[in-house]
């Protein structure tokens, strides 16, 4: 199995920043791709931004310009630097990754991490 565990969520005022970890863990064989998503109350879980362990990325076009995803392959883990944070950015937000471990490939989530957004 793999364990996901987010960390650097926090409060912050509008227009500043915050950079979240996930950390991959357990009997991981390879990381495809890692992500980054999001869910607010009352509304469904978005995709925020994956990056593939080659390197590429993909962004919601909420957070273009404002977010960066970039992950460590060595140590299993990715990160996403946010600035300019907005109000409308505030939500849980959830890293993802799809895995190879040495029983299976899935999909995995962590527990998520809150962000607050205070204008």
């Known amino acids: 199995q793999v364990q996901l565990v987010e960390s650097g969520g926090g409060s912050v005022q509008a227009g500043g920043s915050l950079r979240l970890s996930c950390a991959a863990s357990?009997?991981?064989?390879?990381?495809?791709?890692m992500a980054w998503y999001r869910q607010a109350p009352g509304k469904q879980r978005e995709l925020v931004a994956a990056i593939t362990r080659g390197g590429t990325t993909n962004y919601a076009d909420s957070v273009k310009g404002r977010f960066t995803i970039s992950r460590d392959n060595a140590n299993n883990t990715v990160f996403l630097q946010m600035d300019s944070l907005k109000p409308d950015d505030a939500a849980v937000y959830y890293c993802n990754a799809e895995a190879y471990s040495t029983h299976n490939y899935g999909m995995y989530w962590g527990r998520g991490t809150q962000v607050t957004v205070s204008s």
């Open positions: 357990g009997s991981i064989v390879m990381i495809n791709t």
